[in-house]
Nanobody, 120 residues
Framework: QVQLVESGGGLVQAGGSLRLSCVASGSIFSINGMGWYRQAPGKQRELVAFITGGGSLNYADSVKGRFTISRDNAKNTVYLQMNSLKPEDTAVYYC??????????????WGQGTQVTVSS
């Protein structure tokens, strides 16, 4: 009933930039918050950045000052602008949304993931 579709991943050299997008679609009544997590090989999935329905922002310390999360409520879309990328940013990036489904209540959804690879 609800889908999160990510785009914008790819291969970039260290110091470069990428912009990820995630669109939520389906039987959505409201979105409480949206954000990005990442998982590198052999590591646990970790929070990168999250924006609540009220606009509060939360960033991992490792990306503060380099990444910026933003949201277009009219389009049910969240963005992640990633600047000054480092090889250690290499991971699969997953979109996450905490939203209310029409007639069903609050649920947590994940996108399929998009690969970001930063070469040194």
């Amino acid at each position: 009933q609800v889908q999160l579709v990510e785009s914008g991943g790819g291969l970039v050299q260290a110091g470069g930039s990428l912009r990820l997008s995630c669109v939520a679609s389906g039987s959505i009544f409201s979105i409480n918050g949206m954000g990005w997590y990442r998982q590198a090989p052999g590591k646990q999935r970790e929070l990168v950045a999250f924006i609540t329905g009220g606009g509060s922002l939360n960033y991992a310390d490792s990306v503060k000052g380099r990444f910026t999360i933003s949201r277009d409520n009219a389009k049910n879309t969240v963005y992640l602008q990633m600047n000054s990328l480092k090889p250690e940013d290499t991971a699969v990036y997953y979109c996450n949304a905490d939203l209310e489904v029409v007639g069903r209540g609050d649920y947590d959804y994940w996108g399929q993931g998009t690969q970001v690879t930063v070469s040194s």
